[in-house]
């Protein structure tokens, strides 16, 4: 990876923005003032933001080679990563009994191991400059695990406590670290989950499947505007006294609260009615 020069210019590079949050994000950023380096594993899905005259580039946040080349270029181009949006990431949805090997792993990929090892490569310039701002967007299911999104709850569950030791750890080299846990807010993330659910021909979860599919568009009921969500967050992150764990959008501090004070059976009882469990019962075969 090639080294940053004295003259090096400082950006914003948001991972994710092929639609919904990462391009209300990237928009939000430019109309603050900051320059945009605006990401997707799709180039063509950032024709609008590249329409609008943000730069964009393609990344795949699991692919270390395309990591590397992104910030060699940007280097070349006399620019560093001043502040790192890791908003990258999908929901990997359905019960634990049916949900493979695999997409645990991919799962994992994209949600953390990949986002770290970004984190890794462009904290070197942070370092090197002794400052930097890295802004990593997880989720309150990463708080509040449900029925049906074990992965996604356990990645989010995992990038969080992650985050919380890069905050301790990068604070004394003059790097800030904020976890970002949203609530519901208006994006492709449900119609995406949809497509992402587990759940086989002969699951013993078929005769829930409506509950199922529920969790996984459980995001998107009351949501806030992804435009509304990215201004609010952008105005955040630049006040002086910003938290280092910041909750905005639907359900974003009830589901924490729940977590912390209710009891664990009478939570159990609650999310089982949500989302139908309570109408499963044990079928012993002949």
């Not at 590249?50 to 795949?60: K, P, Q, S, T, Y």
Request: proline fraction near 6%; charged fraction near 20%.
């Amino acid at each position: 990876m090639k080294q940053e020069t004295q003259q090096t210019q400082e950006l914003v590079l948001i991972t994710g923005c092929g639609s919904g949050i990462g391009q209300a994000l990237a928009r939000a950023f430019q109309r603050a003032g900051h320059r945009v380096c605006a990401t997707a594993r799709r180039l063509d899905t950032l024709a609008p933001l590249e329409a609008e005259g943000i730069m964009v580039r393609a990344l795949d946040v699991t692919d270390p080679v395309g990591t590397s080349d992104l910030l060699d270029s940007l280097a070349a181009a006399g620019l560093g990563v001043g502040t790192l949006v890791n908003n990258a990431g999908y929901g990997a949805m359905g019960p634990m009994f049916d949900v493979p090997q695999s997409e645990w792993q991919r799962q994992f990929d994209v949600n953390l191991f990949g986002p770290i090892a970004l984190v890794r490569a462009v904290m070197p310039g942070m370092v090197a400059r002794g400052r930097g701002l890295i802004v990593n967007i997880s989720s309150v299911s990463g708080v509040m695990t449900t029925p049906f999104a074990g992965p996604y709850c356990a990645s989010k569950a995992a990038f969080n406590a992650a985050t919380d030791a890069l905050r301790l750890e990068a604070e004394p080299l003059g790097i800030r670290v904020v976890t970002v846990q949203p609530g519901g807010i208006q994006s492709s993330f449900g119609s995406n989950a949809s497509n992402q659910v587990s759940l086989t021909p002969d699951s013993p979860y078929q005769a829930v499947r409506d509950g199922v599919l529920a969790r996984a568009n459980e995001s998107q009921s009351k949501a806030m505007p992804a435009d509304t969500f990215a201004s609010l967050l952008v105005a955040q992150l630049a006040r002086a006294d910003c938290p280092p764990i910041v909750r905005l959008g639907e359900k974003s501090r009830l589901l924490p609260f729940l977590k912390q004070w209710v009891p664990v059976r009478k939570l159990d009882d609650m999310l089982r009615k949500r989302f139908q469990l309570d109408r499963l019962r044990p079928h012993v075969g002949r």
